[in-house]
């Protein structure tokens, strides 16, 4: 059984800083590719981050550029979002996923992922 556990959402003014954080478990089990996605309430969910083990590349959507750095340990199955200057419209539940295959395409579509996160509440407040 794959799980994914986020930790580190939570309340912050505009213009503050988080940093979530995932690790995927499971026997047996290893990532190619981690990410972060989000979804605001009556929104669907939207792509944030990802990082790829196999060559270190990562990818951000336009919104986050500049101010979100994913990060993490291919090793350990853990990834990392540190957010800074974070905006009211960041505000959302934040999902952790994965993808246990390698994959050289498009990797900022929900559906390129195996496994899910339950998610983390980030609000931030103007």
């Known amino acids: 059984q794959v799980q994914l556990v986020e930790s580190g959402g939570g309340l912050v003014q505009a213009g503050g800083s988080l940093r979530l954080s995932c690790t995927a478990s499971?026997?047996?089990?290893?990532?190619?590719?981690m990410g972060w996605f989000r979804q605001a309430p009556g929104k669907e969910r939207e792509f944030v981050a990802a990082?790829?083990?196999?060559?270190?590349?990562?990818a951000y959507s336009d919104s986050v550029k500049g101010r979100f750095t994913i990060s993490g340990d291919n090793v350990k199955n853990t990834v990392y979002l540190q957010m800074n200057s974070l905006k009211p419209e960041d505000t959302s539940i934040y999902y952790c996923a994965a993808r246990s295959s390698f994959y050289s395409g498009n990797y900022g579509l929900p559906t390129r992922y195996d496994y899910w996160g339950q998610g983390t509440q980030v609000t931030v407040s103007s």
């Open positions: 990082i790829r083990w196999s060559d270190g590349s990562t």
């Open positions: 499971g026997r047996a089990f290893s990532t190619a590719i």
